[in-house]
């Protein structure tokens, strides 16, 4: 079974753009997470979402969004990049959505660099 | 605010040793427990969950859960080099008026350090 995979893998913006990042999760997983980890704050939580909608968020500002397309597959938008937003983002997929008796397996990775 | 602790690093223990990981949470609704490995510029890799209290094997790693404690731990029998990495240890909580639904806590991570 495939695993979860993430494009691109690696980004270099500048400040100011945007992007947008890619996750598909495990076949058959219908949860997808992001995460953002940085050496200064490590793994924090952005939002999940299940079923095409948006279950849970972190405390990013609202230049951070994301959605969820009916074959599961996530994507999520940063606007007006900053510098600060240079990091890993990793999607993790998992069964199901609220259960606390359910695994999360991350994806690859996407390594942003603002510049 | 949902904390994860864990002990501060690096770990560094001879081939063959038992590396020993740490982790205090602070929200005592927690339901579940992870132990995720990361290797320098990997993602995490999830390598052990226990969800009830005592302690649970698999291969060479044992999780111990102690909830009255808010205590999580990880150990590693006859370690070997290649499983030095960073550890997490990540939390999850009972959903609250559905607040964390799906949402994993995470510590800051122990990088171990097994030497030949």
């Known amino acids: 079974k495939a695993g979860v995979t993430q494009t691109p893998r690696y980004l270099i913006k500048t400040r100011g753009q945007q992007v947008t990042l890619s996750c598909s999760p495990i076949?058959?997983?219908?949860?997808v997470s992001w995460y953002q980890q940085t050496p200064g704050q490590g793994l924090q939580f952005l939002f999940e979402?299940?079923?095409?909608?948006?279950?849970n968020k972190g405390n990013f500002p609202g230049r951070f969004s994301g959605r969820q397309f009916s074959n599961s597959r996530s994507e999520m938008n940063v606007s007006t990049l900053e510098l600060g937003d240079s990091a890993l983002y990793l999607c993790?997929?998992?069964?199901?959505?609220?259960?606390?008796?359910?695994?999360?397996?991350f994806g690859p990775g996407t390594r942003l660099t603002v510049l | 605010q949902k904390e994860v602790e864990q002990n501060s690093g690096p770990l560094s223990v001879p081939e063959g040793a038992i590396a020993s990981l740490n982790c205090t949470y602070s929200?005592?609704?927690?339901?579940?427990f992870f132990w995720y490995r990361q290797y320098s510029g990997k993602s995490p890799e999830l390598i052990m969950f226990?969800?009830?209290?005592g302690d649970k094997e698999d291969g060479r790693f044992t999780a111990q859960l102690n909830k009255a404690s808010q205590y999580v731990s990880l150990l590693i029998r006859d370690s070997q080099p290649s499983d030095s990495a960073t550890y997490l240890c990540?939390?999850?909580?009972?959903?609250?008026?559905?607040?964390?639904?799906?949402?994993?806590?995470f510590g800051r991570g122990t990088q171990l350090t097994v030497w030949p």
């Open positions: 929200d005592r609704g927690s339901q579940s």
């Open positions: 993790a997929s998992s069964l199901l959505s609220g259960s606390s008796y359910n695994e999360q397996f």
């Open positions: 226990i969800y009830s209290n």
């Open positions: 076949s058959g997983h219908r949860s």
């Open positions: 990540a939390v999850k909580s009972q959903a609250d008026r559905g607040s964390t639904l799906g949402r994993l806590y």
């Open positions: 979402y299940f079923s095409e909608t948006q279950r």
